[in-house]
């Protein structure tokens, strides 16, 4: 494939994810299900009022606002507009100074060594090319500043989700990598390489809210609010067998990863993340 149309696919594969972020409810998801994560990284980070910070891939602010909150001056970026819109409303309603901008984690529109603190929550891991993304992460962090990422992990539940949706997804263009691999210590390792210093790992598990009654409850949440499962269900839409193949699909992964207690009335289920922490030299 030449370059030019390498370039196209990238296009392409970028207008679909900020197309597909855009679908159902995601401000909603991150909410209800994983609310936790923005102020575990942001703890992480030790983050101060005295810190200019970057949440790239921010979403609709799931660390952002916890950052500002402790008085940071906070620039959240992402490539879907209407996560930001959802964010800025949010960061309004509770009396928060935040500036959102559209960009690509891949491109980042600022100066080099702009930020005492880049961090992302489940957000970073989606862009197709890692290296090219680890690269801007490090380049707008100063010397002596922080890095901080929670990542999903290829093995948790999330990681698995996407593995279940795969055979029924369209294929990714050459050249795009899996963003469960941002889950795996060696990965991360070879991405940031000699470039950071410090680098630690700690794996930790959210727990759902106990919200679902059946495995097919759960399913369903996604169905309605999750961009890339809505994504999954379109591309089979004209198809009513490979739609009910995925139905099935879904609702048999929940259901072997229900771990509720016995006789209990709602499912249990959590997802493994990854945090990862580091100065950069």
């Not at 159902?24 to 909410?31: F, L, N, T």
């Amino acid at each position: 494939m030449t370059s030019t149309a390498v370039q196209d696919a990238d296009r392409v594969l970028k207008e679909r994810h900020r197309t597909m972020w855009a679908w159902g409810d995601y401000p909603r998801v991150a909410s209800d299900l994983i609310a936790e994560l923005g102020p575990v990284v942001v703890e992480a980070a030790g983050i101060t009022e005295r810190d200019r910070v970057l949440d790239v891939a921010a979403g609709a602010g799931n660390a952002t606002l916890p950052a500002a909150t402790r008085g940071a001056r906070v620039v959240a970026s992402d490539l879907t507009p209407e996560l930001l819109a959802a964010g800025r409303r949010e960061a309004e309603r509770r009396g928060l100074s935040v500036q959102w901008v559209e960009a690509d984690v891949e491109a980042l529109p600022f100066p080099d060594a702009d930020f005492d603190v880049v961090m992302s929550v489940v957000g970073a891991m989606f862009a197709p090319h890692h290296q090219q993304t680890a690269d801007e992460i490090l380049r707008v962090c100063r010397p002596g500043g922080t890095v901080a990422m929670i990542n999903w992990s290829r093995q948790g539940l999330i990681g698995q989700l996407f593995a279940t949706m795969a055979p029924y997804a369209p294929p990714p263009p050459p050249g795009a990598q899996p963003a469960a691999l941002w889950g795996d210590e060696d990965h991360v390792r070879e991405l940031f390489g000699n470039h950071v210093r410090d680098l630690r790992f700690e794996r930790r598990e959210v727990a759902y809210p106990p919200s679902f009654e059946k495995p097919a409850d759960l399913r369903d949440y996604y169905k309605a609010y999750y961009g890339p499962t809505i994504a999954t269900y379109r591309a089979v839409a004209d198809d009513a067998r490979r739609t009910a193949d995925l139905d099935r699909d879904f609702a048999d992964f929940f259901a072997r990863n229900d771990h509720r207690a016995p006789g209990a009335a709602t499912g249990a289920w959590s997802a493994e993340y990854l945090i990862v922490t580091a100065q950069k030299n």
